[in-house]
């Protein structure tokens, strides 16, 4: 399963709530998260960067990068024990416009089930974006947010064509996070 959101939706706060269910329930689920395997790698290769600073590398670059992370991630799913959720992003906003942040090559390194699309109002994602201090990203607009929400949702449909993989949206109001890990967390049942 793939779980996805746009920067400041909150996905990685709700799959860590996720963890915490399922291991009360007793349920093996393994979170992997794409940018980190990202910059694993950049750091292998002798270049220390922020994941942030990802986004900003050239295409060429972004796109090696995003093959080997696949390829690193599909030998992880295959070693797992239970459920894996790799969470990532559907589009990166770059200064040259959005790219795709699951393209058909790594799509098909990882076979996924089903894709989450974890959501929040644009003005909820406007709010949070600054108090997430870990965190390196510009300021925009409201209505670029929703342009990036929306962004994520055609390339989830554009992925689901391609895969056969289901799309669900999760809603992910402030304060919602256990809600919206229960509702992925019956997916995987």
């Not at 770059?94 to 076979?111: C, E, I, K, Q, S």
Request: with cysteine; charged share 30%; proline share 3%.
């Amino acid at each position: 399963m793939i779980v996805t959101g746009v920067p400041g939706t909150g996905k990685t706060a709700v799959c860590k709530e996720l963890l915490k269910l399922a291991q009360q329930s007793g349920r093996r689920v393994t979170v992997i998260n794409y940018g980190s395997i990202m910059v694993e790698l950049t750091q292998e290769r002798g270049r220390s960067l922020h994941r942030d600073e990802l986004r900003k590398l050239k295409l060429s670059l972004q796109r090696d990068l995003q093959a080997e992370a696949a390829k690193t991630i599909s030998q992880r799913v295959a070693e797992a024990k239970g459920d894996v959720i790799v969470d990532t992003h559907m589009s990166i906003k770059t200064g040259d416009g959005y790219w795709a942040g699951l393209p058909l090559h790594v799509l098909r390194l990882l076979n996924p089930n089903a894709f989450v699309l974890v959501e929040a109002e644009p003005h909820e994602v406007l709010f949070r974006r600054p108090k997430d201090v870990t965190r390196r990203r510009d300021e925009v607009l409201e209505s670029e947010i929703a342009e990036e929400l929306l962004f994520s949702r055609l390339i989830a449909a554009t992925c689901s064509v391609l895969t056969g993989a289901s799309v669900k949206i999760v809603k992910n109001p402030n304060g919602k996070q256990v809600e919206a890990a229960k509702e992925i967390l019956k997916l995987l049942e």
